[in-house]
């Protein structure tokens, strides 16, 4: 059974930068879709960023627009966050979760995605 692991979370200051990894024990993401999710103190969990493996096709909050990219590392197999310009509002713990073998739709709805990582959590002090 396929488990995802997330790297790279600490505390930062408002203005860093920083890169989540999310890598797959049972193999790589061909044929997947990926998202990273976050979920604040007292907040429900929002979607983040997506990306298609297959093709590169990519997806963003609007929150995260022009300061996150998410993008694949095909060397290692896994996918990666990079942070931009963190602010406090970013403060969150990060998840990364994979779709069912041939999604398409870069979803983001955290229903349409069924495995999780235990996530890694992000802190942005101003």
């Known amino acids: 059974q396929v488990q995802l692991i997330e790297s790279g979370g600490r505390l930062v200051q408002a203005g860093d930068s920083l890169r989540l990894s999310c890598a797959a024990s049972g193999g790589g993401f061909g044929g997947y879709v990926v998202g990273w999710f976050r979920q604040a103190p007292g907040k429900e969990r929002e979607f983040v960023a997506a990306i298609k493996w297959i093709g590169s096709n990519t997806n963003y909050a609007d929150s995260v627009k022009g300061r996150f990219i998410i993008s694949r590392e095909t060397v290692k197999g896994s996918v990666a966050l990079q942070m931009n310009n963190l602010k406090p509002e970013d403060t969150a713990v990060y998840y990364c979760?994979?779709?069912?073998?041939?999604?398409?739709?870069?979803?983001?709805?955290?229903?349409?995605?069924?495995?999780w990582g235990r996530g890694t959590q992000v802190a942005v002090s101003s």
């Open positions: 979760a994979r779709s069912s073998y041939g999604s398409s739709f870069l979803s983001k709805t955290d229903s349409d995605y069924n495995y």
